[in-house]
């Protein structure tokens, strides 16, 4: 077992104390998922992390770190006493990141950051020992786990930065401690929690408080670029977009698995194939390689690695089951990432099917951005689009007829009824906020047959 933290270094890290000696491979908060010879960190949730302890020592964790010895729990077992757990995980982050000589890539944007977090690590595997979170751990939660997570002999680390409010950004970025920040792009968001889309690129922006004399990596398309320029005045900045002068995307072509791209950068010309289709990948593909110019890696070796990239799991993800077509976009959605899968799906070859649930969060304009879908001009090119929710129902309402499908109030009553809707040949499209419960849609198609990831298939359906 290869220590990712001796008892000597995290006492020094945390300032906590430990009666017996022991070294941890690993780092958990959640004993579903701990594997032997992980720290457990008993973090404060809706149930208290003290609560598990004994289990996450019976499943085999090197040690807990508690604020207290739970009732139970032998004085004598591995405990490592902090004065607070998550402030814990924060200390071991901090100290993660003080010992290694990785070069830290932050990632923030209102979509696809988890997307553009895997592709990073796609991109620089080839050359260098990479780390990034192995899901969308992008929170106060993630952001420390992440980072107290990785190895010593780091070469690259990618730290996905998420938020729902105001001023959660920059404190993560401050621990993260990046060599390049990137915005991937800027879009009507958790409106919720703001007063317009201008907040929120000062919001992304604020990634760059945690930058130790790096550069930011922008989107020059977004309509907000001012206010990111504005906020980065005094930071080195990397454009990239159709409207870059860093890195400019001067074609795409998107096939039905596949994207070609052509771009050029600081002056070179450069022609590549994405493993998946898409042209906001192809976009996400630009800032991806302006990072991996920034710390000084090289481009072209990453633009052949991406050629094996595919998307992450509810992020279109494709299936195969039997004759039919998946398209699981199921983790989350709003206008902009909605736009994104239409065209998707509009490229596809097949019967086009979107089944689209709510999108969440998205303020007092919520209804008009769910009508909205309605003028989107891939919709000329889909076939029938089923709908799941009451602000969906304003988009049902609004949809030409002869693309019309059903509408149902719930997902688990459409997935009642999803062999009725889909038949063989068709390429189905599953896209929903998280509380809309789209998942529910995309087990039921998969129980439809023997379902199988399309990279398994030979690449054909």
Not at 68 to 74: E, F, R, Y
Not at 307 to 319: K, T
Request: net charge negative; aromatic share 4%; charged share 20%.
């Amino acid at each position: 077992m290869t220590a990712l933290w001796t008892m000597a270094e995290a006492v020094a890290a945390t300032g906590g104390r430990c009666a017996v000696d022991w070294s941890a491979s690993g780092v958990s908060i959640d004993t579903r998922t701990l594997q032997k010879g992980d720290m457990f960190v008993a973090l404060q949730d809706i149930r208290d992390g003290h609560d598990f302890v004994a289990q996450a020592l019976e499943k085999g964790a090197a040690v807990a770190m508690v604020s207290h010895i739970p009732d139970g729990i032998s004085p004598d077992a591995p405990l490592l006493i902090v004065s607070d757990p998550l402030e814990g995980l924060e200390a071991l982050a901090t100290a993660a990141r003080v010992r290694t000589g990785a070069q830290v890539i932050a990632v923030t944007g209102s979509v696809g950051k988890t997307g553009t977090k895997e592709m990073l690590r796609t991109a620089l595997a080839t050359q260098g020992k990479t780390h990034a979170a192995e899901k969308s751990y992008n929170n106060h939660w993630g952001v420390p786990l992440t980072l107290a997570r990785m190895p010593k002999n780091t070469d690259y680390a990618v730290i996905e930065i998420g938020m729902n409010h105001a001023g959660e950004i920059a404190p993560l970025s401050r621990l993260a401690r990046p060599d390049v920040a990137i915005v991937t792009n800027v879009a009507a968001v958790h409106m919720a929690a703001f007063e317009s889309v201008e907040e929120i690129a000062r919001e992304k922006a604020s990634v760059i408080e945690g930058l130790s004399g790096g550069a930011a990596v922008f989107n020059a398309d977004t309509e907000t670029a001012e206010v990111l320029a504005e906020v980065a005045q005094n930071t080195q900045v990397l454009w990239f977009g159709e409207t870059g002068s860093d890195f400019r995307l001067r074609d795409v072509i998107v096939g039905a698995f596949d994207t070609d791209v052509h771009i050029t950068f600081l002056g070179k010309d450069r022609s590549f194939t994405l493993g998946a289709a898409g042209r906001h990948l192809a976009m996400n593909a630009l800032a991806v390689l302006a990072a991996v110019h920034a710390i000084g890696a090289d481009v072209e070796t990453a633009t052949d690695a991406l050629a094996d990239w595919r998307p992450p799991v509810g992020r279109g993800e494709r299936w195969v089951i039997g004759k039919i077509n998946l398209i699981d976009d199921s983790y989350n959605a709003n206008p902009l990432s909605v736009a994104a899968a239409l065209d998707v799906l509009a490229h596809s070859t097949g019967r086009r099917i979107a089944i689209l649930g709510d999108m969440l969060e998205l303020g007092p304009d919520e209804i008009a951005l769910h009508t909205g879908i309605s003028q989107n001009d891939n919709l000329k090119n889909i076939d029938k689009i089923h709908c799941i929710g009451p602000l969906m129902k304003h988009l049902y309402d609004t949809l030409p007829v002869d693309i019309r499908g059903e509408w149902f109030q719930t997902s688990d009553q459409l997935a009642a009824q999803i062999e009725k809707l889909l038949a063989d040949g068709d390429v189905v499209m599953v896209k929903g906020s998280l509380g809309s419960k789209m998942g529910l849609i995309v087990d039921a198609i998969k129980n439809l047959g023997d379902a199988r990831p399309l990279n398994e298939t030979g690449g054909t359906a």
